[in-house]
C-alpha cells in the first residue's frame, strides 16, 4: 500500500493511496492515534471513490464517529482504466435492453461477474488499511447503494470481518444476488426507493427479503433512485454507532 | 374535562381525566408552563390507555421532547364499558374467521365502524386537551400501531391539526382504509413487521402505498406482530422531534 498525497481540513485527514493497480482514499480523524471502527464505502455505478456524495457521507462518519472510511475505484471507474470485458458486456447487455429485454437480471449478472473481481479487491485493501496504525483492527461496516449493493452483497457474504451493513436501491434481479444475500447475517439497515425507476420494487423487497440477518431493517421512502433522503444519511451514522461502536 | 387525579414522578406530571364519557389520561413535563408540542397515542386492540407500553412510549416523549401526550380509551377497552354492539360483531367476525373467512377485511370493516365513534372523540379530546394551560395550541402529532393504526388512519386523514403520524403494524383490508389514507399528506412513519401473522405483508405494503404524503418512511423489520424493536420507538422520538419541533 502506497499513500500518495494527505491532506486535512476541517479536522479530516485525507489520504489517497495505491494498492497494487487499485487506487484508494483513506479518511481519518486528523491527529487522531489508535485503532478505531472502519468503514468501507462502495460507490455506485458510474460514480469513483471520491464522487461528492461519498466524499460528503465519509466526513459525517469521521467528525461524527470518529471512525475511519475507505473508498476504492471499481474496475472501470475514477482513476483506473477503461475495463475492456466488461465495457464489451455492458454494451451488450445495453443492446439487448433496447432490444427488450427486462435490464435487472442482466444488471445483476453483470453485477455478479464483476463482484468475482471486487470482493477479492476489497478484502485486500481492508488487510492494508487495518495495518494503518490509526486505523487498526477495529470492527468494520460497508455502505453501498445501488452499484454498491450490487457489488457489496457478495462481498459482505464472503467477509467476516464485516459486522454491519448498509445495502440498498438494489434488487434480485439474479439467483446469485439472492444466494449471496441469504449468507448475509450481520444487522443490515436497508433503504429502498418506492417508485425506482432502475429497480423494480418487487426486487428490491425480495433482495431484503433474502437477507439471512436476524436484525435487518428496510427502509422504504418515496421518489427515483437518485432520491435517497437527506435523514436515511443520519440514520446510517446512527446505524453504525449502535453496532460498530 | 374533568381532571380526577394527578401525580408526579421523574419529571413527568400525569393526570387522569374524564372528558364526558372518555376516560383519558395527560402526561406533562412536570412543572412546565406555557404551549408545546403534543402526542395523542391510540393503544392496541385489547390494550388501553395506562398500558405499559403506551405509559413507556408517553414518558419518552415527556422527558426526551418536552412534549405533552395523551391517551384515552377506545370505546369497550379499559375503563369503558363493554360496548354491546361492537362486542356482537366481533363474536360474528371470529364465527366467520372460524368457518375459514379472510379476517383482514372483516378486521378493516370492524376498526372503520369504531372509527366513526372514535374519530369525534379524538377531536374533542384535542379540542380540551390544547386547552390546558401547560399544553396550549401547539402543533399535534399521532401515534397508533395495529388497532392504533386502524384508527388512526382515519383519524389523521380528518383532522388538520396532525402534523406527522406514526402508523403501523396495519394493513389495507378494506377499501376504505385504502380511501382514508389517501387522504393523508403529513409526514408518515410506518413500521411494519415483515413476518407479521395478523396482518398480511402485501396489505402492509399497500397501506403504506396509498399514503398520499409526499414524505412518509417505510420501516420493515423482521419478527411477528408483537416484535416491534425498541429502536423503532427511538425513531419515532426523532420523528416527532424533526417534525413537531
Known sequence: MRFTSATSSDGVTERLFHLGEIPGVLWTPAGATGTRPLVLIGHGGGRHKKDPDVVALARRFVTGL??????????????????????RLAAENQALVEAGAEPGPLIAEFQALVARRTVPEWRAV????????????????????????????????????????????????????????SRITVPVEFPLQWDDERVPRAAGLALFDALASAEKTLHANPGGHGGLPAFELDGAVRFFARHLN
Do not use: I, Q
Open 66 to 87: 470518529g471512525f475511519a472510511v475507505a473508498a476504492v475505484d471499481v474496475p472501470g471507474h475514477g482513476d483506473r482504466p477503461l475495463h475492456e470485458e466488461y465495457g
Open 126 to 181: 481492508l488487510d492494508a488499511v487495518r495495518a494503518v496504525e490509526d486505523v487498526g483492527a477495529g470492527p468494520v461496516g460497508y455502505w453501498g447503494v445501488s452499484l454498491g449493493c450490487g457489488l457489496g452483497v457478495p462481498f459482505v457474504a464472503a467477509e467476516p470481518r464485516v459486522r454491519a451493513a448498509v445495502l440498498g436501491l438494489g434488487g434480485a434481479g439474479a439467483p446469485s444476488s439472492v444466494e449471496a444475500a
